[in-house]
């Protein structure tokens, strides 16, 4: 006769205390404005022996089609340099440039070797001044864009992003953020010549170079690259985000889908606000991170979901939280439902002070994260640079954080993240989750 031994369960291991906050350390830096109007700013972060680069130029209220197109060509060769010599030649110090464009702006990003700052620079001179937008490139790069644009409108996120944007920003140029296919085959190289000419210039723009450099000699080698680069832009002004409007829940019709996209925005505040710090933290306990209430409840808990997140969005014009997940579309209704119980529940009882203080080290330490490489550096500088900030706001931000109680993140909870003050939009098959929905809430339905 055989016999089972059996032991009794361990006690549950207390978790260890959080460890202490770590002062936020600012890197030595150094700022110089030209005089063609160009900010540089350069931060010595000497870990490996690379410099990152970031230039920011204001390229708001532009034609979309000929924005995001200019911003895939403007690479493709100048009056001295193919793009291959473009590329060769930066390859020889270690580095490379890319270009990007969003609603605020047109950004150049690369990287190199410290021993080729001067050539990178001159190169990046060589773009600025005289990017001629050949037209062999320009045909490949349209047909690229169209490619990625029409494959982008057949993705739900994609739709649901953009369904959301025009429910938001209504008449504001922030409503519409991706040209369409025909705009784009419509644009031509003068086109993108004559863009260039009248928004790519020094005036408001500003250049972050983040390594091992010596601040000052790093300034030295930007003025002496760009002091040629000269023009003043002639774009408009954008106009103030207007504030979001709750209505009805939108439903944006896409038959046969599996999936639900819902997406809830809420009203946010700029970087330098005095809500910032506490409402970041309430975003977190919400569902910034995983630890959240709303990824325990409709993630961990009930299996709806699975990687719901919410954020805030700043952009120049205003800022927005954003709540975003996919849910099966046979729990649509009760996803929504836990959603908004999660966020009525966050703006009407306080936090514990221990979920606070999770929420809080989790916030201090992705801020520290983020400034410990060369690359994470430079995006923030630059990202805060072109909203008028410095790396002294983070540790402004950090103190702040750090200050915040349970009543600070109660008060902007039940100002910012009340249900009543949500745009509820849901991408999904009508047919099948309208009923689901209209039990909880009005909806309004139209066709993606």
């Given at each position: 006769?055989?016999?089972?031994?059996?032991?009794?369960?361990?006690?549950?291991?207390?978790?260890?205390?959080?460890?202490?906050?770590?002062?936020?350390?600012?890197?030595?830096?150094?700022?110089?404005?030209?005089?063609?109007?160009?900010?540089?700013?350069?931060?010595?972060?000497?870990?490996?022996?690379?410099?990152?680069?970031?230039?920011?130029?204001?390229?708001g209220r532009t034609h979309l089609a000929r924005g995001a197109m200019l911003s895939q060509t403007v690479l493709s060769g100048t009056r001295t340099h193919t793009a291959t010599r473009i590329a060769a030649e930066l390859q020889k110090v270690g580095?490379?440039?890319?270009?990007?464009?969003?609603?605020?702006?047109?950004?150049?990003?690369?990287?190199?070797?410290?021993?080729?700052?001067?050539?990178?620079?001159?190169?990046?001179?060589?773009?600025l001044i005289g990017a001629t937008y050949p037209a062999e490139w320009v045909d490949t790069e349209r047909d690229r864009l169209v490619d990625r644009i029409q494959v982008a409108q057949s993705q739900p996120a994609h739709l649901a992003r953009t369904?959301?944007?025009?429910?938001?920003?209504?008449?504001?140029?922030?409503?519409?953020?991706?040209?369409?296919?025909?705009?784009?085959?419509?644009?031509?190289?003068?086109?993108?010549?004559?863009?260039?000419?009248?928004?790519?210039?020094?005036?408001?723009?500003?250049?972050?170079?983040?390594?091992?450099?010596?601040?000052?000699?790093?300034?030295?080698?930007?003025?002496?690259?760009?002091?040629?680069?000269?023009?003043?832009?002639?774009?408009?002004?954008?106009?103030?985000?207007?504030?979001?409007?709750?209505?009805?829940?939108?439903?944006?019709?896409?038959?046969?889908?599996?999936?639900?996209?819902?997406?809830?925005?809420?009203?946010?505040?700029?970087?330098?606000?005095?809500?910032?710090?506490?409402?970041?933290?309430?975003?977190?306990?919400?569902?910034?991170?995983?630890?959240?209430?709303?990824?325990?409840?409709?993630?961990?808990?009930?299996?709806?979901?699975?990687?719901?997140?919410?954020?805030?969005?700043?952009?120049?014009?205003?800022?927005?939280?954003?709540?975003?997940?996919?849910?099966?579309?046979?729990?649509?209704?009760?996803?929504?439902?836990?959603?908004?119980?999660?966020?009525?529940?966050?703006?009407?009882?306080?936090?514990?002070?221990?979920?606070?203080?999770?929420?809080?080290?989790?916030?201090?330490?992705?801020?520290?994260?983020?400034?410990?490489?060369?690359?994470?550096?430079?995006?923030?500088?630059?990202?805060?640079?072109?909203?008028?900030?410095?790396?002294?706001?983070?540790?402004?931000?950090?103190?702040?954080?750090?200050?915040?109680?349970?009543?600070?993140?109660?008060?902007?909870?039940?100002?910012?993240?009340?249900?009543?003050?949500?745009?509820?939009?849901?991408?999904?098959?009508?047919?099948?989750?309208?009923?689901?929905?209209?039990?909880?809430?009005?909806?309004?339905?139209?066709?993606?």
């Open positions: 006769m055989s016999s089972v031994t059996t032991t009794p369960p361990a006690e549950a291991r207390a978790l260890p205390p959080l460890g202490p906050t770590r002062k936020l350390k600012l890197p030595k830096q150094a700022e110089r404005r030209l005089a063609n109007g160009l900010t540089v700013i350069a931060v010595r972060r000497p870990a490996v022996p690379l410099v990152e680069l970031r230039l920011w130029m204001p390229f580095g490379g440039l890319s270009a990007g464009i969003d609603p605020d702006r047109l950004m150049l990003s690369g990287a190199g070797l410290v021993t080729g700052l001067d050539r990178m620079l001159e190169i990046l001179a060589d773009v369904a959301l944007l025009k429910r938001i920003y209504g008449r504001h140029p922030y409503a519409v953020q991706t040209p369409e296919p025909d705009q784009v085959r419509a644009v031509r190289p003068a086109a993108l010549r004559k863009l260039h000419a009248d928004q790519v210039h020094p005036a408001e723009a500003v250049l972050v170079l983040v390594g091992d450099v010596q601040p000052e000699r790093a300034l030295d080698a930007a003025e002496k690259a760009l002091a040629g680069w000269n023009g003043d832009r002639r774009g408009a002004e954008l106009p103030p985000a207007p504030p979001l409007e709750p209505g009805p829940l939108l439903l944006v019709d896409r038959p046969g889908s599996v999936q639900s996209s819902l997406r809830v925005a809420l009203p946010a505040v700029p970087r330098t606000h005095p809500d910032h710090a506490p409402l970041q933290l309430a975003n977190l306990l919400f569902g910034g991170y995983f630890s959240s209430r709303w990824t325990e409840n409709i993630r961990e808990d009930k299996g709806y979901t699975y990687g719901p997140h919410s954020t805030v969005e700043h952009s120049v014009a205003g800022s927005v939280l954003v709540a975003a997940a996919e849910v099966a579309t046979e729990v649509t209704g009760p996803a929504l439902l836990e959603t908004m119980y999660e966020l009525g529940r966050l703006a009407t009882v306080a936090p514990k002070p221990d979920e606070l203080e999770q929420a809080r080290q989790y916030a201090l330490g992705t801020l520290q994260l983020g400034m410990s490489t060369q690359a994470g550096l430079a995006s923030l500088t630059s990202a805060y640079a072109g909203n008028g900030l410095r790396l002294e706001f983070l540790a402004e931000h950090a103190a702040r954080l750090a200050k915040a109680t349970v009543d600070d993140v109660a008060e902007v909870a039940a100002r910012y993240l009340a249900p009543a003050n949500a745009v509820t939009l849901v991408l999904g098959d009508a047919d099948r989750i309208e009923g689901q929905l209209a039990v909880l809430t009005p909806v309004r339905r139209e066709s993606a």
